[in-house]
């Protein structure tokens, strides 16, 4: 079954489109996740043939590529692209929810902090940075932690997956992610948006005494920019 789901074409489609997930194991073990469907891959460095590491390709969010999953339509609000976009984004989302419009000075501002409270729980707090390990993952894959925490106090940081996974269980925000349809269509036609990822997707019914949240609606293009959907 899972030579079926996950054939060659079906794993180059989802390279294409950047909604392959990998998990990192020291054996070829089923998926903790869904194990039916998963194909795990092996490689070794040659070197060293002890040490052996397994990749396994996952099914993306609600399954099927972008180019098979239901366009939604929203407006689209811009918002600056000065390196804070991912949290200006955020910010504008949020108090767009609340009824609240924000000034230029106040989006940028409220941005900052934002950056800075994902710095102090990653960088700040050993204690408090191991509440948010699929963070550090994605980080490390790439850089270390010591030269991220070194960025990520810049006005000009980049924000991504990694300060989502922060931001969504450390405000308590839901967070969904979109892609202009025109951007994954053959042609390149379409005015709609296609969801891609979601944060924090509990919050939205709420738990105990809490509210159920709002969704705040991100639209990624491939300028690597964020604007806010409503």
């Known amino acids: 079954m899972a030579d079926k789901l996950f054939n060659g074409e079906n794993i180059i489609e989802q390279l294409r489109h950047g909604i392959a997930k990998f998990e990192l194991v020291s054996s070829p073990v089923s998926s903790i996740s869904s194990p039916s469907v998963f194909n795990a891959f092996s490689t070794s460095f040659p070197a060293d043939n002890s040490c052996r590491f397994f990749a396994r390709i996952g099914p993306s969010l609600g399954g099927g590529s972008p180019a098979t999953k239901k366009v939604e339509q929203y407006s689209v609000q811009r918002v600056t692209g000065d390196g804070r976009c991912l949290f ?21 501002d409220d941005a900052d902090e934002l950056r800075m409270a994902v710095k102090e729980v990653l960088c700040d707090n050993a204690k408090d940075r191991q509440r948010y390990e699929e963070a550090l993952v994605a980080i490390t894959v790439e850089e ?9 106090q810049r006005p000009d940081f980049w924000g991504g997956e990694s300060e989502l996974l922060v931001l969504s269980r450390l405000c308590g925000q839901p967070i969904v992610v979109y892609i202009p349809e025109h951007e994954h ?3 390149g036609r379409g005015s709609g948006f296609i969801l891609i990822a979601e944060y ?31």
């Open 200 to 230: 924090g997707s509990e919050l939205r019914k709420g738990s105990g005494k809490g509210k159920p949240r709002k969704v705040v609606r991100l639209l990624y293009s491939g300028r690597n920019h964020y604007d806010l959907l409503v």
């Open 144 to 152: 270390s932690l010591k030269r991220y925490c070194q960025r990520i």
């Open 185 to 187: 269509r053959k042609g």
């Open 88 to 108: 200006r984004a955020l910010v504008k989302g949020m108090a767009f929810n609340k009824g609240i419009a924000l000034s230029s000075r106040e989006e940028r």
